[in-house]
């Protein structure tokens, strides 16, 4: 494998995985050395199959049945095995030519056995390897077509009897069982494959069911059993397309297993069985989803059921009395009939909709705020603008957030009533701010600063409160008009962050530091700078970090000398 090396083992796997597969060179074992290829068995978490491929050009790729390499990963295990067989690079050719000379010997000396020797061979081989006796087993019954000892091995392979251990199967005993139960789906394809499809067929609803009623005893963290029960679903599609079972009863037990706990396992779409249904099997379908449906309206697995049947059939209709059965209070349902109308081109019974999830809502405050956004925008669209403002001063109201002021603003000066719909915005948050204990300002002091009125944001902080982020940005928009009301901000918040450590915290530091030097400058106080950061430096000097930060942004000490107890320090501030 002249193309394996170091570096394009690193550049598969990237640094982090590389690294971790040096700590696992050691737990490489069982290496077999083909023309082409190399496989092994690496000990992580649990014992793991790898196998190193050199395609043609040299191109090395990899497997491996970890988690990580499943997802078709080139991970740590293949790392190790390829570190390994680098450093067996000299011995290659000697151990290729003695994995030739193996197989070689095996199937000459099997060969030249007679067929009393192979069967006692067979025999004793069996009796030692339970799993091997199971597979064979497995394979006579269904060679003389024995349905009844199928049916017995299947249930068998998926027992979790004995993979059990503290009333459940442990994670590390997961791939051992998911391997078994996938001989369960190799018979089942062997049995349509030999022309017994219908009995394939009802082995394998048979095998769906008792997988779904272990599944929770299982830690199948890996997913491994999805990927079973997507096989056996695979299987059973197969076996339904060779046996073309009776269609209503395909439609009965498809809505059935839909409907119970396998669903997710095997994750069935009965629409795919349109090639086996044909027209009265998808008719019958319909009728029974509709009879599940009808028996339980709330239903999350009937609903969606239903309304993929009924969109398949581009039946709208059906699609809207769904939802229309289990409104939501908070008027999200509405919100889907409106789009489905909507893409059907019924746009005024969507209009109609929407307006009504807003009715029916049991609090504006609680509405989903996409309904909202929904029915603002048709509004808007249709030139109904006065509509959009009400809508948007109601939500406003009910809601008196940031988000729902800017929306108010934006459908108010569309519609050129921005000045009189903000006074009484303004009106209704002072209030809130006059009720004690109700409210602290917070909301006020956003808006005001969204709208760029730095006076009135100034007032409304002093008055009744800001938090340090609002305050930071009242003063970095007035810093250039009004640097003497901006400093004193900057420096408290420079007061707070110098009491802190770690890189993040010197840098937002570090920033204050430069618009408190940007407010001196304006104020024409340059000295009052120099002496507060030359007293800055001296107390925290330890903080190398931040003196390093400091100097690359020119806060740097010029150099120390005497001075007047006015300017103790010269410091590089221009």
Known sequence: ????????????????????????????????????????????????????????????????????????????HLVALGLTVIAQEADLPRLRKAARDRTRGLEAWLTGLSRDDLIALVREEAADDRSLRRRLELRAASAHGDVAGIRSHIRELLDIGPFVQYGYVE????RAYADQAGQAVAAIRSLTASGRAADATALAQEAIG???????????????????????????????????????????????????????????????????????????????????????????????????????????????AV???????????????????????????????????????????????????????????????????????????????????????????????WLTEREEALELLRADVEQAGAYDGRVLVDVLLDDKDLDAAWQAAHEHGAHDGQWLTLADQSRPTRPADALPVHLRLAARLARETGNRAYEQLVSLLLSVRDCHHRLGTPDDFTTYVADLRAAQKRKRNL??????????????VMLTSSTRLSVVYG
């Open 323 to 417: 939802h229309a059965a289990d409104l939501a209070p908070d008027g999200h349902t509405h919100l889907l009939v409106a789009r489905e109308l909507d893409a059907a081109g019924r746009t005024p019974e969507a209009l109609e909709w929407a307006e009504r999830g807003i009715r029916e809502a049991e609090d504006l405050a609680g509405v989903d705020t996409a309904l909202v956004d929904h029915l603002a925008d048709r509004y808007t669209r249709t030139d109904r603008l006065a509509d959009a403002v009400t809508l948007r001063r109601d939500h406003f109201a009910a809601r008196r957030t940031l988000l729902t002021y800017q929306q108010l603003r934006v459908a108010a000066v569309a519609a050129d009533r």
């Open 171 to 174: 994670y590390a005993d997961v």
């Open 210 to 320: 008792l997988l779904a009623s272990v599944v929770e005893g299982v830690d199948d963290s890996d997913g491994r059993l999805g990927q079973v029960g997507a096989d056996l679903a695979d299987a059973h599609h197969e076996a339904c397309r060779a046996a073309r079972p009776d269609p209503e009863e395909l439609a009965h037990w498809l809505v059935t297993h839909v409907l119970d706990e396998a669903a997710d396992l095997t994750d069935f779409d009965p629409l795919d069985y349109g090639d086996v249904l044909g027209e009265r099997g998808t008719a019958a379908l319909r009728r029974y989803a509709a009879e599940v449906w009808q028996a339980n309206r709330t239903g999350w697995a009937e609903k969606r059921l239903m309304q993929r049947l009924a969109k398949s059939g581009r039946d709208i209709d059906t699609v809207i």
């Open 547 to 560: 003196m390093r930060l400091m100097d690359d942004c020119g806060l740097r000490l010029a150099k120390p």
């Open 1 to 76: 494998m002249g193309g394996l090396t170091e570096a394009k083992l690193r550049a598969l796997a990237g640094g982090r995985s590389f690294e971790r597969g040096l700590g696992y060179v050691d737990e490489v074992s069982g290496v077999e050395f083909r023309d082409g290829w190399i496989r092994a068995s690496v000990r992580g978490t649990e014992r793991y199959e790898v196998e190193l491929l050199l395609g043609g050009g040299r191109k090395l790729a990899g497997t491996c049945d970890c988690p990580y390499g499943q997802e078709g990963n080139f991970c740590k």
